[in-house]
């Protein structure tokens, strides 16, 4: 069993919709969740992060963590067609400042017109 | 601020062969973390460098190695390769700060190598 577990999709919405993406994960040792967004053939860019248990809301985004569910959830109001991409979620513990993060597999959006 | 870069942006080898990809952080930026990225299994963590030492590794075999040079940009080796190691490969800067705060990383746009 993986650490974390994201369903890959696909996902297909239409223009204007609300978007959720989660992810679950195993190691109750995880303290820092982030969601990235991958369009194709480029690099993960950074959304959101959120530290330990909450909510955090940017624009359109919202990141919400239950770390007592182990369940992270990133949701996208009004969708558009250029959110279409691949949502990463990734974890990290806070011991030593690591520089490993764990990934989801990515779940794969596509926003109709 | 330019990003991260990362070269070349893509590679065709072949089996047995080795190859050297290199990294470029942000300016400032002292930590760089290598992933693989497959289909099949996503982004995976390969390793971590800060201030010139491996700090981090992930289940990898030993063909994977990489290097950070004082200047804190990053090379990464596959000697000979498989056909399985054929991916993206990412590479991540970050600031690495103290104290408990977050380590934020930005990707690079990846090396993708195919090896037949």
């Known amino acids: 069993q993986k650490e974390v577990e994201q369903d890959p999709g696909p996902l297909s919405v239409p223009e204007g919709a609300i978007v959720s993406l989660n992810c679950t994960y195993s190691?109750?040792?995880?303290?820092?969740f982030m969601w990235y967004r991958q369009y194709s053939r480029k690099g993960p860019e950074l959304l959101m992060y959120?530290?330990?248990?909450g909510n955090k809301e940017d624009g359109r985004f919202t990141a919400q963590v239950d770390k007592s569910s182990k369940y992270i959830s990133l949701f996208i109001r009004d969708s558009q067609p250029s959110d279409s991409a691949t949502y990463l979620c990734?974890?990290?513990?806070?011991?030593?400042?690591?520089?490993?993060?764990?990934f989801g597999q990515g779940t794969t959006l596509q926003v109709k017109p | 601020k330019a990003g991260v870069t990362q070269t070349p942006r893509y590679l065709i080898k072949t089996r047995g062969q080795q190859v050297t990809l290199s990294c470029s952080p942000i300016?400032?930026?002292?930590?760089v973390s290598w992933y693989q990225q497959t289909p099949g299994q996503g982004l995976q963590f390969l390793f971590e460098?800060?201030?010139?030492?491996?700090?981090n590794k992930g289940n990898f075999p030993g063909r994977f190695s990489g290097r950070q040079f004082s200047n804190s940009r990053s090379e990464m080796n596959v000697s000979t390769l498989e056909l399985g190691d054929s991916a993206l490969y990412l590479c991540?800067?970050?600031?690495?700060?103290?104290?408990?705060?977050?380590?934020?990383?930005?990707f690079g746009a990846g090396t993708r190598l195919s090896v037949l």
């Open positions: 991540a800067s970050s600031l690495r700060p103290s104290g408990g705060s977050v380590n934020i990383q930005y």
């Open positions: 190691n109750s040792a995880f303290q820092y």
């Open positions: 959120t530290y330990s248990s």
């Open positions: 990734a974890m990290s513990t806070l011991s030593g400042n690591t520089g490993k993060l764990i």
């Open positions: 300016s400032g930026h002292r930590s």
């Open positions: 460098y800060f201030s010139e030492t491996q700090r």
